[in-house]
């Protein structure tokens, strides 16, 4: 049993840096794969960044390379995210998960989720 709050979120201009976090409970939460996806209305979510349970591998969709990081902190039960350079297209709503599956890229094999946090980039 997990439970995820995502905070860190806010209006920011284009350029601008927000770290988001992911607080999580749980015991076990060394153990887990961690992701984040967004989703923009009216449009699918979409895969982000991924970290493994020790943090020594991490993995990013191509629009966010070199601009977003993924990194953990499991003596504080959280995961980060590091958003630098932002755009208006980063603008979505950020969601923080388990992964469970095999596939990171796949929400489908995530099985619990935060409620989210809204990053809103002006131009």
């Known amino acids: 049993q997990v439970q995820l709050v995502e905070s860190g979120g806010g209006l920011v201009q284009a350029g601008g840096s927000l770290r988001l976090s992911c607080a999580a409970s749980?015991?076990?939460?060394?153990?887990?794969?961690m992701g984040w996806f967004r989703q923009a209305p009216g449009k699918e979510r979409e895969f982000v960044a991924a970290i493994n349970w020790s943090g020594g591998r991490t993995y990013a969709t191509d629009s966010v390379k070199g601009r977003f990081t993924i990194s953990r902190d499991n003596a504080k039960n959280t995961v980060y995210l590091q958003c630098n350079s932002l755009k208006p297209e980063d603008t979505a709503v950020y969601y923080c998960?388990?992964?469970?599956?095999?596939?990171?890229?796949?929400?489908?094999?995530?099985?619990?989720w935060g409620r989210g946090t809204q990053v809103t980039v002006s131009s």
């Open positions: 749980g015991r076990t939460f060394n153990s887990y794969r």
């Open positions: 998960a388990v992964m469970t599956g095999v596939d990171y890229r796949l929400g489908s094999h995530y099985d619990y």
